[in-house]
């Protein structure tokens, strides 16, 4: 078990550029989510996959924001025309319906913080 | 719609000593589960332990414990033994079924040594 993992790490951009952050989740786990925190607040919900499905977007997911899980694996997060509020730090976590006996619980990857100049 | 609300932004104790974090929630659910999470400084979120709804007796991880008021809709957090390494970002979360979790704005917990 590795660990879900997060890259890059960290993104500096300029605005209106487009980026795009990976999520590579806990291999036995079929549900993959996005949230974004930004400083000192809770993270907040952008959607969710179950394997390749995307079952749920938050009404924070714009118009310029996709998200992909093509082979229901790793997970992609494309922000497009990136303003200066999209400025946070984007975190992947995945479960499975049952892990372990823990329902639901959710396992987070260390994030990827953006930063939109 | 579900709602978390943590009341205390900063909270401080001292080494050695037993700190309570407060968290209550709304939902219309009667099947659900709560979370407390752990942030340290730019580290990963960490899970410091659950409860489920459908049980009564409160959920113990070593030094963690809660205080799980169901009626009242209160979710509290005690560590005890407070050590150094406590130091972190507290949120508190709820989830309904396999979905999103829903987060507090979280508290900041210092350890004076």
């Known amino acids: 078990d590795t660990g879900v993992s997060q890259d890059p790490r960290h993104k500096i951009t300029k605005r209106g550029q487009n980026v795009t952050f990976r999520c590579d989740p806990i291999s036995e786990h079929n549900r993959l989510y996005w949230y974004r925190q930004t400083l000192g607040q809770g993270p907040e919900f952008l959607t969710y996959f179950q394997n390749e499905a995307q079952l749920e977007k938050s009404r924070l997911l714009s118009d310029r924001f996709s998200a992909e899980r093509p082979k229901g694996s790793f997970s992609t997060l494309e922000i497009q025309r990136t303003e200066q509020g999209d400025s946070a730090m984007y975190l992947c976590?995945?479960?499975?319906?049952?892990?372990?006996?823990?329902?639901?619980?959710?396992?987070f990857g260390p994030g990827t913080r953006l930063t939109v100049t | 719609a579900q709602t978390v609300t943590q009341s205390q932004p900063e909270m401080s104790v001292q080494e050695a000593e037993t700190v309570t974090l407060s968290c209550t929630y709304d939902?219309?659910?009667?099947?659900?589960?709560l979370f407390w999470y752990k942030q340290p400084p730019s580290r990963q979120m960490i899970l410091v332990i659950r409860?489920?709804?459908?049980?009564?007796q409160n959920a113990t991880e070593n030094r963690f414990s809660v205080n799980f008021q169901k009626a009242a809709k209160s979710f509290s957090l005690k560590i005890s033994d407070s050590q150094l390494g406590d130091a972190a970002m507290y949120f508190c979360?709820?989830?309904?079924?396999?979905?999103?979790?829903?987060f507090g704005q979280g508290t900041r917990l210092t350890i004076n040594p």
């Open positions: 939902t219309s659910e009667s099947d659900y589960y």
């Open positions: 979360a709820n989830i309904q079924g396999a979905q999103k979790l829903v």
């Open positions: 976590a995945s479960s499975s319906p049952r892990t372990g006996g823990l329902s639901y619980e959710q396992y």
């Open positions: 409860q489920e709804a459908y049980k009564q």
